[in-house]
């Protein structure tokens, strides 16, 4: 059993900037993860995420250019540096590892896909 450990959210004014982390229990490295993001009545909504044999990054266009996804596989810590945060961006933010379900390229914003979550934490931005 993984398990995923978020943490790194807080309450920012927008333009702000976040780091958040997902330290995990066991070696990752073989892992596809993603971060995703979920507010109250809406859908899991994918964020960023990262192939673990290409290393190729994928992202929200939502987030791009303002968000980067990031792995540390020596620490087994995936991390998302979130600049320019908007009030839209506020959320739940889970980390989510190990991708099963068919070309990761094309469904990695599937929540379905991954096989293990996190518990999530809260990022909140105010205008």
Known sequence: QVQLVES????????GALR????????????????????????RE?????????????????VKGRFTISRDNVRNTLFLQMNSLKPEDTAMY????????????????????FAYWGQGTQVTVSS
Request: with cysteine; glycine share 14%.
């Open 46 to 62: 994918g964020v960023a995420a990262i192939s673990a044999a290409s290393g190729r990054t994928y992202y929200a266009d939502s």
């Open 8 to 15: 790194g959210g807080d309450s920012v004014q927008a333009g």
């Open 20 to 43: 958040l982390s997902c330290t995990t229990s066991a070696y990752t490295t073989a892992y596809s993860m993603a971060w995703f993001r979920q507010v109250p009545g809406k859908e």
């Open 94 to 113: 889970y980390c989510a590892a190990l991708w099963s379900n068919g070309a990761f390229e094309d469904g990695w914003h599937r929540p379905d896909g």
